[in-house]
């Protein structure tokens, strides 16, 4: 029985078997030529040991990387085995990825996890790469491809792993893959990334296998730390630490609650961006803000808010983003002058929050080291409301609007280029230094102010928002006027005056979302009563008010449309906002 797969499944009653699926039989005729090889196999499971116990079995000299979401109590025992690793975390997790590919490249992976699709096709463009030579990407249970179970596994995904198989087999018969009109861009990126890699897929019973080919690419790009791929590098601080504050959280869901208590467990903060300078001399800019450096490395710190994302730029990420790929390369790429340019542009700074917190406060790091009038500042080209935020808060920092480059998505060559480092990390750490310099921008604005009476408690109203929409706000706001609150709507004031207004404000309601950033220009001590969906976290915004040393309450509220999840419409109950009023005003 030694040596033979399927029994060994049947003995320890594995699904895999003939029992069920009868996949082993089918494995062994593909697997057996490795059995006594000291070879490297991952799994994606699910909750149950009995597939490392079999691997273990049949494949007496491999290593073997097992990847719970869960790990299981009996997943304990093997934590300390020579040639065994085990992983818990969830199967897209870049960190959970960059790490399973510090291993020997494996000869088998099998995706035998979740089955959600979204988490299926992110981990084979990821790791298939990856793969040893002629070695081979599993994913079971292939009936959960069907559309009819779209609602349970998609996982958002607007295809499943069925609509990638059908691409890589057209693909299989020429050398480039079918349109498939159904595939997004960044899909028929990935589509090109796998035949690049691919020797054949197979499509079984229950199971489909993307076999390997010898081909080494060797058009990836490493990922660098600016520091160590810059010619010079500034560095101003190291990050510095500040303290949580405690939080009253209501109608939160419980997972979203414990979310929360582990994100915050540490009551002091000490993970923060050190504030920094990169120089580069001859690098290009992608898209959103991705830096190429002139050795031809992606600048680590040019991905902030890409963790999630699986291209960037005509770039795809590969091994938990470990190395990029350049599926889609510019055709042209224009030229700079040869100014010095500073690149402020990143993911997401078309959003008034972010720019205001992630981007603008690193112009007073360029001002540190650098005359400010004698650079030019490259920002997105948006829609004219969001260039004038950017003229008015560069105009903070003496920047001129001649001095603003607005770019489009373009590849663009800077012969220098200047990139302060983001002292952020998306959506739960900004450095001390980033709340400071707009207290700083706060008290200029204050003093230019005409108007003093703006009220020291104000209601940010979500207004025209497309989302996250406060149902009964009318009704809110009714109430809220009966306490002697301001009521006010950020997208139609400008940025001065919408300065102007939180720096007096002590007492700050309003739906989250990117109005209330604004609280970092608030006073210290300044307390938010958050109106929120039921799925939504509170990070971001709670931890402004930790710089403030304030109070942060938060009401969620009741989504109309739990599948919409965190941009869900909702409605908050006025007996609990009434109630919290008068702890607040008391």
């Known amino acids: 029985m030694n040596g033979l797969l399927d029994p060994i499944g049947v003995r320890l009653r594995s699904d895999k078997s003939s029992l069920v699926h009868n996949y082993l039989a089918k494995y062994e005729k593909i697997f057996s030529k490795w059995k006594n090889e000291a070879i490297t196999i991952v799994e994606f499971c699910d909750s149950n040991t009995k597939s490392l116990e079999i691997w273990k079995e049949y494949f007496p000299k491999a290593t073997l990387i097992l990847i719970y979401p869960s790990l299981p109590e009996e997943a304990h025992s093997y934590l300390q085995h020579e040639r065994i690793i085990v992983f818990e975390g969830q199967q897209d997790s870049d960190i ?30 990821s790791l298939f790469e990856w793969v040893d030579s002629d070695g081979v990407y599993i994913i079971e249970d292939t009936q959960t491809f069907a559309p009819s179970e779209r609602s349970r596994y998609s996982g958002g995904s607007p295809i499943s792993p069925a609509d990638l198989v059908h691409e890589l087999q057209a693909g299989e018969k020429g050398p480039t893959p079918s349109p498939g009109s159904h595939l997004s861009s960044e899909h028929r990126g990935a589509v090109r990334l796998l035949l690049s890699c691919l020797h054949s897929v197979q499509n079984e019973r229950g199971f489909v296998c993307f076999v390997r080919n010898k081909t080494a690419l060797t058009d990836l790009l490493s990922v660098s730390p600016a520091a160590a791929c810059s010619k010079v590098f500034h560095r101003s601080d190291s990050g510095g630490d500040y303290a949580r504050i405690e939080a009253t959280i209501v109608n939160c869901p419980d997972w979203l609650q414990k979310r929360f208590n582990l994100a915050t467990q540490d009551r002091i903060e000490r993970n923060i961006p050190a504030a920094g300078v990169a120089v580069f001399e001859s690098a290009v800019v ?32 590969i091994r938990g983003g470990d190395r990029y790929f350049a599926y889609n390369p510019p055709s042209s790429v224009k030229t700079a002058g040869t100014e010095p340019h500073v690149l402020l542009k990143q993911m997401w700074d078309g959003n008034y929050g972010h720019w205001i917190i992630e981007s603008l406060p690193r112009v007073g790091v360029v001002a ?138 002590k ?58 999840g965190m941009n869900s419409d909702f409605s908050i109950d006025l007996d609990v906002l009434n109630s919290f009023l008068e702890k607040i005003s008391s």
């Open 96 to 125: 959970l990825l960059r790490n399973i590919a510090l291993y020997q490249r494996p000869k088998i992976i099998i995706d035998d996890g979740r089955h959600i699709w979204r988490q299926q096709i992110y981990t084979l463009i």
């Open 286 to 317: 992608h898209g959103r803000g991705l830096v190429i450096s002139p050795n031809g490395q992606v600048v680590r710190e040019s991905l902030i808010n890409a963790d999630h994302s699986l291209t960037v730029a005509s770039f795809m990420k």
């Open 368 to 505: 540190e080291f650098f005359d400010i009038q004698a650079l030019k500042f490259v920002v997105q080209n948006e829609p004219e409301p969001m260039k004038a935020v950017y003229l008015e808060s560069l105009a903070s920092f003496g920047v001129s609007p001649d001095q603003v480059v607005f770019t489009s998505f373009d590849s663009v060559f800077y012969p220098k280029l200047i990139y302060p480092l983001p002292m952020t990390k998306q959506p739960w750490v900004k450095a001390p230094r980033v709340i400071a310099t707009l207290e700083v921008v706060a008290k200029q604005v204050a003093a230019r102010a005409t108007q003093k009476d703006l009220g020291d408690k104000i209601y940010i109203a979500r207004g025209s928002g497309y989302r996250r929409r406060l149902l009964n706000e009318d009704a809110i706001m009714a109430v809220l006027e009966a306490w002697g609150f301001k009521i006010y709507q950020p997208e139609k004031l400008r940025f001065e005056e919408q300065v102007a207004i939180f720096s007096q404000a």
């Open 507 to 564: 007492l700050v309601v309003g739906v989250l979302g990117a109005g209330l950033s604004n609280l970092a220009f608030s006073p210290k001590g300044v307390q938010c009563l958050a109106l929120t969906s039921e799925f939504m976290g509170d990070d971001f915004f709670y931890d402004i008010i930790c710089h403030k040393r304030g109070r942060y309450v938060s009401i969620h509220g009741k989504a109309a449309n739990p599948s919409d």
